[in-house]
């Protein structure tokens, strides 16, 4: 439940390359799963979700993939920006529970 | 238009003291929550309301009050601040319970003294 994500460890890339942070979760049963983003002073903000029937799922310059069998989520940046450096979190929700829990975060830095 | 607001935005108290955050959202939204972040940024669910009625209170300390006159409101109330209740705290909301994307708003940033 609790044990989702990591300790916020920090990753930097060079602007122009391809970002991968990854998550892993507790809960077997957890069936939704969205990644946020967190810039400074700001509200974490929706980047893209992926239920349990599925293992991948595109969005603009963002892919989210899913193992179930080892519980790891991971989200994929391509084409880095200096926009995109924020703090990254990813969160479960088990089906019909009104309640996600949050990994603490990734730190991603976008060196120009 | 902001989705999600709360007021105020800082918040800066001495130990012991009464407070209250609001919070509003416009998206007509059923289900509201209380989230508190940590200094290592942890996000921890405090409360969740789903149509002015309480569904989740997260073993927080009776010091925490919430509570929502609508659907659109959920305020929070704190009795007797410790020092431990710094942090920041983000209210969210989300169309219906359960597995739906929650809107956040930007946070406030409760330092006690």
């Known amino acids: 439940g609790e044990n989702v994500g990591l300790h916020l460890p920090t990753l930097s890339v060079q602007e122009g390359d391809n970002s991968i942070i990854n998550c892993a979760y507790s809960?077997?049963?957890?069936?939704?799963f969205i990644w946020y983003k967190q810039e400074s002073g700001k509200g974490p903000q929706f980047i893209i979700d992926?239920?349990?029937?599925?293992d991948k799922r595109q969005g603009q310059r963002v892919t989210v993939l899913l193992n179930k069998t080892v519980k790891h989520l991971s989200l994929q940046i391509a084409a880095t920006q200096p926009g995109d450096s924020a703090v990254y979190f990813c969160?479960?929700?088990?089906?019909?529970?009104?309640?996600?829990?949050f990994g603490s975060g990734t730190k991603l830095n976008v060196k120009p | 238009d902001t989705a999600v607001s709360q007021t105020p935005k800082y918040l800066v108290t001495q130990m012991g003291n009464d407070k209250s955050i609001k919070c509003e959202q416009n998206?007509?939204?059923?289900?509201m929550y209380w989230y508190k972040q940590d200094s290592k940024k942890f996000l921890k669910i405090m409360f969740s309301?789903?149509?002015?009625?309480?569904?989740i209170n997260e073993t927080v300390p009776n010091r925490f009050s919430p509570k929502s006159p609508d659907k659109a409101h959920l305020n929070l109330h704190i009795n007797s601040l410790e020092l431990g209740d710094s942090a920041v705290y983000f209210c969210?909301?989300?169309?219906?319970?359960?597995?739906?994307?929650?809107?956040f708003g930007p946070g406030t940033r409760l330092t006690v003294t």
């Open positions: 309301y789903n149509n002015k009625e309480l569904i």
């Open positions: 992926i239920r349990s029937n599925m």
């Open positions: 969160a479960e929700n088990v089906f019909n529970f009104n309640k996600f829990y």
């Open positions: 969210a909301s989300s169309l219906l319970m359960g597995p739906y994307e929650q809107y």
């Open positions: 998206l007509g939204h059923d289900t």
């Open positions: 809960n077997s049963a957890s069936d939704y």
